[in-house]
């Protein structure tokens, strides 16, 4: 299992919006081949941060079979326009 963590950084109020159009871009990506979970938390001290955490089964999975499916371009126009700057994303695995 690999874990990518994504900090998402807003536009200063679009959190609401972004919220939503989170709900229904989750439906996306939990019907992708080798994805495990995933959860999304808002920072307490920025509240225009949140953190999205995707556990894959392996980090193709994620790299090439989300990333490179028409399904990433439904997540990408429901949720790309919300950032600023664009998110760094990083994989991780357990040690």
Known sequence: MILEVAILDLKAGVAEEFEA???VASNIIT???GYISH???RCLEN????ILLVRWQKL???T???RQSPEYQQWRALLHH???PFPTVEHYEIV
């Open 21 to 23: 159009a989170f709900l």
């Open 64 to 66: 090439v079979g989300f």
């Open 31 to 33: 019907t992708m081949p």
């Open 47 to 50: 509240r225009d941060r949140y």
């Open 60 to 62: 193709e999975d994620h």
């Open 82 to 84: 919300f950032y600023d």
């Open 39 to 41: 959860e999304l938390q």
